[in-house]
């Protein structure tokens, strides 16, 4: 049974910092591209970050340069998300993604807030 869980979600001020965490189970990881969603209230989902089944070949959305960074260990099954200097905008439900060919799947998503 696939399963992505990720966890580190929360609430933090702005200028904080958060990682989050995808624990995958159930498939060969190191042989998937693993990303990082968000979806805000009212807004559509967004990816933000991406990386290779190797750990290279990282891309963000514009927004996340030089804040956010992707990595995975491949020993663990697990990808994280590190986000620094947080903005209120950053505020959003925050999904795990795996993908190889046409097969993906989905995380169940954690919560971000940034708030004063």
């Known amino acids: 049974q696939v399963q992505l869980v990720e966890s580190g979600g929360g609430l933090v001020q702005p200028g904080g910092s958060l990682r989050l965490s995808c624990a995958a189970s159930g498939f060969t990881f190191s042989m998937y591209t693993m990303r990082w969603y968000r979806q805000a209230p009212g807004k559509e989902r967004e990816l933000v970050a991406a990386?290779?089944?190797?750990?290279?070949?990282?891309n963000y959305a514009d927004s996340m340069k030089g804040r956010f960074t992707i990595s995975r260990d491949n020993a663990k099954s697990t990808v994280y998300l590190q986000m620094n200097s947080l903005k209120p905008e950053d505020t959003a439900v925050y999904y795990c993604?795996?993908?190889?060919?046409?097969?993906?799947?989905w995380g169940q998503g954690t919560q971000v807030t940034v708030s004063p």
């Open positions: 993604y795996a993908a190889r060919g046409l097969r993906y799947y």
């Open positions: 990386i290779g089944g190797a750990g290279g070949s990282e």
